[in-house]
T-cell receptor, first 113, second 112 residues
Framework: DTEVTQTPKHLVMGMTNKKSLKCEQH?????MYWYKQKAKKPPELMFVYSYEKLSINESVPSRFSPECPNSSLLNLHLHALQPEDSALYLCASSQEGTGYEQYFGPGTRLTVT | KQEVTQIPAALSVPEGENLVLNCSFT??????LQWFRQDPGKGLTSLLLIQSSQREQTSGRLNASLDKSSGRSTLYIAASQPGDSATYLC???????????FGGGTRLMVKP
């Protein structure tokens, strides 16, 4: 099974709302990633978790707060977002270490109104 | 600066044609390179992963090659089909981890 699942598929939220995106994998991967993708642009890395610890934060604003409660789950908590944060948010996972294939989920389409 | 470039940005071909998609990168000290397919509004599907020690990888009608010295990779699609229409992204891993830097993608349309 090489599946990464993400919920919800679509999310519309106001600038004062608090919401969370969820990602799950059962491949035993110990590295998990959040990417942001704007329309007609390539994905951009936001965060990397390694063994449930945040290892990389690509200077992402604090209104995005990641969490890795266990080795299978990855959350992205959203608060006080701006309309320009509207994008496709992609989760990925891989084995920990160098040279491993990344597997992506279907993404959550976020619209901030 | 480490960058990945894909040219052309868009490509339209008739069904049945063999085609090559290009990916170039600025620093040859890569760990690996991964090719993905993305359908509109969807996630990324991994097609092929080439390690730095490899020259090519094949999966069905797809063949990816890697030439580190020239900073290039190509994705060859044989006997293209309308179902191959999608955006194809290459991504390079330069780090002792699995951080990927993506090219801008090539949007492929295969016409029946």
């Amino acid at each position: 099974d090489t599946e990464v699942t993400q919920t919800p598929k679509h999310l519309v939220m106001g600038m004062t709302n608090k919401k969370s995106l969820k990602c799950e994998q059962h491949m035993g991967h110990r590295a998990m990633y959040w990417y942001k993708q704007k329309a007609k642009k390539p994905p951009e890395l936001m965060f990397v978790y390694s063994y449930e610890k945040l290892s990389i934060n690509e200077s992402v604003p604090s209104r995005f707060s990641p969490e890795c409660p266990n080795s299978s789950l990855l959350n992205l908590h959203l608060h006080a977002l701006q309309p320009e944060d509207s994008a496709l948010y992609l989760c990925a996972s891989s084995q920990e270490g160098t040279g491993y294939e990344q597997y992506f989920g279907p993404g959550t389409r976020l619209t901030v109104t | 600066k480490q960058e990945v470039t894909q040219i052309p940005a868009a490509l339209s071909v008739p069904e049945g044609e063999n085609l090559v998609l290009n990916c170039s990168f600025t620093d040859s000290a890569i760990y690996n390179l991964q090719w993905f397919r993305q359908d509109p509004g969807k996630g990324l599907t991994s097609l092929l992963l080439i390690q730095s020690s490899q020259r090519e990888q094949t999966s069905g009608r797809l063949n990816a090659s890697l030439d580190k010295s020239s900073g290039r990779s190509t994705l060859y699609i044989a006997a293209s089909q309308p179902g191959d229409s999608a955006t194809y992204l290459c991504a390079v891993n330069w780090n002792a981890g699995n951080m990927l830097t993506f090219g801008g993608g090539t949007r492929l349309m295969v016409k029946p």
